[in-house]
């Protein structure tokens, strides 16, 4: 018995239905072997490619093997934004392509992943230490010296008037100034 919901209140398929799905599945083992196939073809056709054109095709076929993209590279945000959005135009197209050409199948998916949908923005979680000094790593807090000194130094007013202490000023070599 299944657990899922649509299954348990599923009508039984008429014969009917039942040859259908037959035939359904039928052409997804065709279509599948046909892209493995095209594949092959594929690959004899990319040992006659040149230049940038074949190293666009073993990069696109190691993407598609599953190799992880390189970083992106440091933009302003405004420029990101639209290379994010011209991107995503891209890789819809080309999943409308693949469906018109019929070479859309939900092994190849994860290439098209781009093109799904915008993800769900979640709300930010507030959890953790929200600390404006010092560093926490590994379950300590570290504070620098010259940071306690200014949590301890906080409350106390500072003195106005005369500069106190220091080196002094004004006890250098005097330019510009006539000598006397």
């Known amino acids: 018995?299944?657990?899922k919901i649509s299954k348990l209140d599923e009508k039984p398929l008429s014969a009917e239905d039942k040859a259908q799905e037959l035939e359904n599945k039928k052409n997804d083992v065709e279509l599948?072997?046909?892209?493995?196939t095209s594949r092959l073809l594929e690959q004899y056709n990319a040992d006659h490619l040149d230049g940038v054109e074949r190293r666009r095709h073993q990069r696109d076929q190691l993407i598609s093997l599953g190799i992880q993209k390189k970083e992106k590279v440091k933009v302003p945000l405004q420029i990101g934004f639209g290379m994010m959005s011209k991107q995503r135009e891209r890789d819809f197209k080309a999943l409308e392509e693949?469906?018109?050409n019929?070479?859309?199948h939900k092994s190849i998916?994860?290439?098209f992943a781009a093109a799904g949908g915008k993800k769900k923005d979640r709300p930010k979680s507030e959890r953790g230490l929200k600390t404006s000094m010092g560093r926490f790593k590994n379950g300590i807090l570290t504070l620098s010296e010259r940071e306690i000194k200014a949590v301890?130094?906080?409350g106390v007013k500072k003195p106005s008037?005369?500069?106190?202490?220091g080196r002094g000023g004004n006890g250098g070599k005097q330019k510009g100034k006539g000598r006397h």
Do not use: F, P, V
């Not at 599948?32 to 493995?36: E, G, Q, R, T, V």
């Not at 008037?161 to 202490?165: I, P, T, V």
């Open 32 to 36: 599948h072997s046909l892209i493995k």
């Open 1 to 3: 018995m299944s657990s």
């Open 98 to 100: 693949a469906r018109n």
């Open 109 to 111: 998916k994860h290439t």
């Open 152 to 154: 301890q130094r906080e």
């Open 102 to 104: 019929g070479t859309y």
């Open 161 to 165: 008037g005369k500069k106190s202490g």
